[in-house]
T-cell receptor
Framework: DAGVTQSPTHLIKTRGQHVTLRCSPI?????VSWYQQVLGQGPQFIFQ???????GRGNFPDRFSARQFPNYSSELNVNALLLGDSALYLC??????????FGPGTRLLVL | RKEVEQDPGPFNVPEGATVAFNCTYS??????FFWYRQDCRKEPKLLMS???SGNEDGRFTAQLNRASQYISLLIRDSKLSDSATYLC???????????FGKGTTLSVSS
């Protein structure tokens, strides 16, 4: 079975641009969560979606938004990119409960 | 107190050593905890779940002390392949997110 997939794997953007990151969960999983991981830190929670509804939001500015589609895939959008948005963006999926399985991540570099 | 706090290390141990990592959490209502392993430039991978007093899987043992709000991970007979960052994880109060510690780095040498 395929695990969580994310695209693109790497991305380079300049300040002020916007970016869209994509995630496909494990088949059968209805919940998708997004995390940001900067170097030397643990992942930080951005959003959780379940059945296309936002269930949780972390302490991130409104420049960050997300949505979940009927097939349970998800997009994370970041507007007006800042240098500090450079990070590994991780998507995790889960079925029920809290065990989350992570995709390989998208490495974003903002110049 | 931070939500999840870990000793960042690094822990440098020889092959065959026993090493223990500690983690404290602030949400006393949390019922489940996790240890994830993260290799350099890779995604976190679930190592163990901890739902009651503890869990054991081969060389790995996780223990939970609810009174002290403390979780530990013990690795026996360390292998070179155990070199990684170990992340202690607890759910947030709403149960909608995982809260990660900063991670503890382990380096096992021959």
């Amino acid at each position: 079975d395929a695990g969580v997939t994310q695209s693109p794997t790497h991305l380079i953007k300049t300040r002020g641009q916007h970016v869209t990151l994509r995630c496909s969960p494990i088949s059968g999983h209805k919940s998708v969560s997004w995390y940001q991981q900067v170097l030397g830190q643990g992942p930080q929670f951005i959003f959780q979606y379940y059945e296309k509804e936002e269930r949780g939001r972390g302490n991130f500015p409104d420049r960050f938004s997300a949505r979940q589609f009927p097939n349970y895939s998800s997009e994370l959008n970041v507007n007006a990119l800042l240098l500090g948005d450079s990070a590994l963006y991780l998507c995790a999926s889960s079925w029920v409960g809290e065990t989350q399985y992570f995709g390989p991540g998208t490495r974003l570099l903002v110049l | 107190r931070k939500e999840v706090e870990q000793d960042p290390g690094p822990f440098n141990v020889p092959e065959g050593a026993t090493v223990a990592f500690n983690c404290t959490y602030s949400n006393s209502a949390s019922q489940s905890f996790f240890w994830y392993r993260q290799d350099c430039r890779k995604e976190p991978k679930l190592l163990m779940s901890v739902y009651s007093s503890g869990n054991e899987d081969g060389r790995f043992t996780a223990q939970l002390n609810r009174a002290s709000q403390y979780i530990s991970l013990l690795i026996r007979d360390s292998k070179l392949s155990d070199s990684a960052t170990y992340l202690c994880v607890a759910p947030n109060q709403a149960g909608t997110a995982l809260i990660f510690g900063k991670g503890t780095t382990l380096s096992v040498s021959s």
